[in-house]
């Protein structure tokens, strides 16, 4: 039996791959390339193929018995997905029910899959109501997951992540995107000189420091949560939906000095306007995922997190 990792090549699904196969799993990735990174698979079986394509889903299912799915292959840039909504439901959307019209075929019942708190909206709405496409593909492909439970018997785990960051603590992975958009790699290139200085987009929001304010949750822990969700539908645990957060928020400004103590470097800090789409605080509770998961971050900690990245972002090998 093997776990297929749908997008094992990108930053989170490769840090599960690597928990799996510490805990004695057999692992599939299957996995385009089109964002993922091939040094990124350093365990387990590699297929490059598309979810677009299901013939390519199938002769993965028909190689190995599959027993239960991640699915972490999506597009997810916010801003692209605004501009180019088709591209992002297709992907998004269509291909997931791709995949899990090859997992019925094969009675591979089990999925746990990458969704995000961009499906919410503005935080203080406890109402799912996304404010992009992104967010808005997400939040179809967990009410497919409800309908499917219902007429098929697919068991699911929805984890709805705040921001995802940090790396591989033993500094094997980590975090790499093409285009990077992300604050933390962007902050860490410019203490490293690679960028002239790090933009803050706003600093006029209601916020402590007027600077957006996120919840940084480790890709460490993000794994281990998607662990417990795998053991917990293994022993027959019911469909459900959680969110992974610290339940702390740091904000942008705070982001900056972290990276500064952590590193001993310094760089231009340009206070710049507004990045469309932007809510002001997203920060999310994981009480939900303690109770029924037994899942508690190890690596809370924003310096902690950055200190992880850092050590990777130094050696990066791709
Ligand atoms: N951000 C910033 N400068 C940058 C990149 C990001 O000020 O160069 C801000 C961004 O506006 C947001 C926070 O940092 O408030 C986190 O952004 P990121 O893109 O890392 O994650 P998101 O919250 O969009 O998922």
């Known amino acids: 039996m093997a776990i297929l990792i749908c997008g094992g090549a990108g930053y989170i ?4 791959n690597k928990l799996l196969h510490q805990k004695g799993y057999e692992t599939v990735v299957l996995d385009n390339l089109v964002y993922g990174h091939r040094e990124a698979v350093k ?24 027993e239960a799915v991640f699915h972490f292959a999506a597009y997810a840039y916010v801003g692209e997905s605004v501009g180019e909504p088709e591209k992002y439901y297709y992907n998004n959307v269509v291909n997931t029910l791709n995949l899990l019209k090859v997992m019925r ?50 068991r ?3 984890l709805r992540y705040f921001n995802a960051a940090g790396a591989d603590p033993e500094g094997e992975i980590g975090e790499s995107h093409m285009p990077e958009t992300h604050l933390i790699p962007l902050v860490l290139d410019a203490a490293a000189g690679k960028r002239a200085d790090i ?3 706003g600093t006029d929001y209601d916020t402590p420091d007027g600077s957006c304010v996120r919840d940084y949750i480790h890709v460490a822990d993000l794994a281990e949560a998607h662990f417990l969700s795998l053991q917990y539908l293994e022993q027959g645990g019911d469909s459900d939906f959680f969110n992974l957060g610290n339940e702390r928020g740091t904000s942008v400004l705070e982001v900056i000095e972290a990276v500064k103590a952590v590193t001993g470097k310094e760089f231009s800090v340009i206070c710049t306007d ?11 509770s994981s009480k939900k995922a303690e109770r029924i998961l037994g899942w508690k971050a190890k690596y809370a900690e924003i310096e902690t997190i950055v ?3 850092w050590n990777w972002r130094k050696h990066a090998q791709f």
């Not at 699904?13 to 599960?16: A, L, R, V």
């Not at 365990?43 to 599959?66: H, M, N, P, R």
């Not at 507004?274 to 999310?284: E, F, K, N, S, W």
Request: contains cysteine; hydrophobic residues 35%.
């Open 105 to 154: 075929k094969y009675g591979c019942d089990k999925i746990i899959f990458s969704s995000t708190c961009a499906t919410y909206g503005e935080p203080e709405e406890q109402r799912q109501n996304p404010i992009n496409p992104y967010g808005a593909t997400k939040l179809m492909v967990e009410r497919i997951f409800k309908d499917y439970a219902k007429a098929y018997g697919l």
């Open 307 to 309: 200190a992880h990245a």
């Open 43 to 66: 365990w387990g079986e590699f297929v490059k193929g598309e979810l677009a394509d299901e013939s390519e889903i199938e002769a993965v299912f028909q190689t190995y018995k599959i």
């Open 13 to 16: 699904g490769s840090h599960i």
């Open 199 to 201: 933009k803050v987009f």
């Open 156 to 158: 699911y785990v929805a």
């Open 274 to 284: 507004r990045r469309p789409g932007d809510p002001a605080i997203l920060v999310g």
